[in-house]
T-cell receptor, first 114, second 114 residues
Framework: ETGVTQSPTHLIKTRGQQVTLRCSSQ?????VSWYQQALGQGPQFIFQ???????GRGNFPPRFSGLQFPNYSSELNVNALELDDSALYLC?????????????FGPGTRLTVL | GEDVEQSLFLSVREGDSSVINCTYT??????LYWYKQEPGAGLQLLTY?????DMKQDQRLTVLLNKKDKHLSLRIADTQTGDSAIYFC??????????????FGKGTHLIIQP
């Protein structure tokens, strides 16, 4: 167990809708990263938040946005959903600058867009 | 650019050693990681190695790093049925906090034969 939780476990949306996914980081971790894992692929980095500000971003459009709160919780928001957004969304918490920069993953939210 | 390559499948007999290989392209990688993913689950951190190390051993796991050839391997001794999973190699260029995220390979499916 990593101490990282995500909700909901599964979600079904239709094209054009908006979705919010939630993550609760491991206590004491000040950094959260979000990844998208399409079927049969490795996870792809969406962005990272550190002290409630975006700290780095992968190759994802602005309709992917996030929030990080002081209580170790965070959100991933996706607007104008497209069919290709169907994937497993993983959050990972870490302590900025810790040895190994190790990221601890939650179980993920499986999003299906119809 | 960043790219991480892995073989898609590896089949071994129970009790034998498994060796999962990975190649990466970015020589500025600071840390390299091995994650395990079981069906329907998130990613479990197995081990990581700092880029100035050649080898790291942790119980049944041995990581070898050839920085000249940009080659990373994970050896699992005495492979058991519980080791059946997808194994991901990942690299981080993090100078602190991994703001560029982790870059993952597509994963190697480890299949255990009785």
């Amino acid at each position: 167990e990593t101490g990282v939780t995500q909700s909901p476990t599964h979600l079904i949306k239709t094209r054009g809708q908006q979705v919010t996914l939630r993550c609760s980081s491991q206590s004491g971790h000040n950094t959260v990263s979000w990844y998208q894992q399409a079927l049969g692929q490795g996870p792809q980095f969406i962005f990272q938040y550190y002290r409630e500000e975006e700290n780095g971003r992968g190759n994802f459009p602005p309709r992917f946005s996030g929030l990080q709160f002081p209580n170790y919780s965070s959100e991933l928001n996706v607007n104008a959903l497209e069919l290709d957004d169907s994937a497993l969304y993983l959050c990972a918490s870490s302590l900025f600058g810790a040895t190994g920069d190790t990221q601890y993953f939650g179980p993920g939210t499986r999003l299906t867009v119809l | 650019g960043e790219d991480v390559e892995q073989s898609l499948f590896l089949s071994v007999r129970e009790g034998d050693s498994s060796v999962i290989n990975c190649t990466y392209t970015d020589s500025s990688s600071t840390y390299l990681y091995w994650y395990k993913q079981e069906p329907g689950a998130g990613l479990q951190l197995l081990t990581y190695i700092f880029s100035n190390m050649d080898m790291k051993q942790d119980q049944r796991l041995t990581v070898l790093l050839n920085k000249k050839d940009k080659h990373l391997s994970l050896r699992i001794a005495d492979t058991q049925t519980g080791d059946s999973a997808i194994y991901f190699c990942a690299e981080s260029m993090g100078s602190g906090g991994g703001a560029d995220g982790l870059t993952f390979g597509k994963g190697t499916h480890l299949i255990i034969q009785p």
